[in-house]
């Protein structure tokens, strides 16, 4: 029985004293170090809050006061503050609870996201609905400084602090995007805390407003107020928050309950907008997560004695190191050859184009919208900008992608990681949508590679062209095996398919991460009789025109094979293609089907959606069988 047990909510949290909470913070600590061990996850960054998620369930009243995560990776501690803690254990399994907030999951979870940047807007949506219907609860929402990179937080600050609502910004500051955080608005939140002069001056300030409130009326208070701001707006670096609208406040411990509860009940008891910067330690408690920032934000299971990973790797590179590798040696040969990440260098292998080419890196922080426009930019002057940002992460920048690049015909090249199904990030996450929308770009070249050396091939064919945007994406998962030296490998011909076994009737159009289980599944459906014919189609626009002119005079069925989802995806996409090749001509999609999927082990989602070598075999087996009973 720990403490722990005996919480269940915030009543029961409330019911505690102050002095108390010390120890919940230690057993919330302990148990998410020790469940994290086995589920993995985003340890670090929710062990930097777990003062703040006690200080907010204490003194707000959560559920009718509204509480809103941004991203919600770090909302850990609050989940097992609020009823989560005997299911905490089951965190990112399949059936289990979310990593991030979802509205099913709980009263307490106001708003789902995964993405960064949401919780501003949607809190004032939620403080202007409230004001609508006369209604008086509180609102506040918790936004890390990475997420302060975000274009869209300083939008619905913008709006909020301009409508003078009841509404609360926590800035989560604890110098850490994914890694240390980059831009403007960091500098600027590092020289607040860093500025011992401002921060004597603001503390004596307040305490003399708040002493003012005790002794005299309102009217008082307020001219205290106002002296107080002309004082801040003379001494604050917390100016940028003053000036867009939002009363300031801090920069506070984010680790010492006391005064976070003592800030926290003041602030909840005002009107307005305001803003409370409070200073956290990302990975706090845990010497592993302390010492390695970056690595431990969010990672897999891990030995929590050593902090070594469970899973030894093992095997060929993942194809994240693959594209990470692939564009450093690349460099080599093209000056022009430029990369820009959004916040996520690790995630997507940049980090390794930055040892050898921190000149031609960019992280330009969360800001996926912006880095699309920026490679535009640089591509108007002749670089060769290749934008890596994950498939769920560039939905953020499809207007840029439009409208900055595709309608200039710009020759920006993006590299899609984590495209396909991602395991246990779950709905939020998932790389479905890249191929239906690429697709419906003018101009786009898009494509998919089966293997690690026709990634870097297809990179190769992407730096040699000139004419519009160029896109590529794979899965986060390993490459089916090492590849060969980026020197070595030559570029794959502009829109050309690869022929890997020639059969009868049924055609396999496989897409990437599909092409390898589809050649298996030929080879299992040989075994019963059936031959299959099975293409790679790596370039999904433009198609392969003479081969499949070639296939459309001697198959009538066409199976496509992708790893996304099948509305708009390859198989409708060809399905349009073959309208004219003949009545008896028919495309059967296989992919993902339109759903919203659930967090569960890549593989096992694969399998669920009969997207390995034994799923595809059955799927044509099926299909010849029908064929051959429509033919009796
Ligand atoms: C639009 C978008 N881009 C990228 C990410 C990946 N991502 C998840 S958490 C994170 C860092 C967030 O930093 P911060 O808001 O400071 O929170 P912290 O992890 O430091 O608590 C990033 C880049 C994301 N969730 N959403």
Redesign the pocket.
Known sequence: MTLLDNIHGPADLKRLRRDQLPAIAEAVRARLIDCCSNTGGHIG?SL??VELAIALLYEFDSPSDKILW??G??AYAWKLLTGRNESFPTLRQTGGISGFLKRNESPHDQFGA????TAMSAALGMATARDLKGEHYKVAAV?????LT?GLSYEGMNNAGHSERDIILIV?D?G???SP?VGAISKMLGSIVADPKTNRVREKVKQVTFALGGVFGQGVVDLARNVEESVKNLWSPGMLFEELGFRYFGPIDGHDLDKLCETLAFVRSMGGPRVVHVITE?GKGFAHAESNREKW?GLAAYDPVTGEFRKKASGPPTWTQVFGEGITALAEEDADLVAIT???PSGTGTSIFEKRWPGRFFDVG?A?GHAVTFAAGLATQGLKPICAIYST?LQ?AYDNVIHDVAVQHLPVIFCMDRAGLVGEDGQTHMGLYDIAYMLAVPGMTVTAPKDGDELIGLLRTALAHKDGPFCTRYPRDKAPKDPRPAREVKPVPYGTWEMLREGRDIAILAVGTMVAPAVKAAEQLAAEGIEVTVVNCRFLKPMDATMLDALARNHRTFVTVEEGTVVNGFGAYLSERLQTAGPETRVIALGVPDKLIEQAPRAEQLAEFGLTAEGIARRISALVREETLEAR
């Open positions: 960054a930097g809050v941004d991203v990776h770090q995964g993405h960064a940047g936004v890390g400084d990475g997420a975000c989560n604890n850490m995007s994914i955080n990302k934000h959004a916040a996520m969360i996926e992460f953020r």
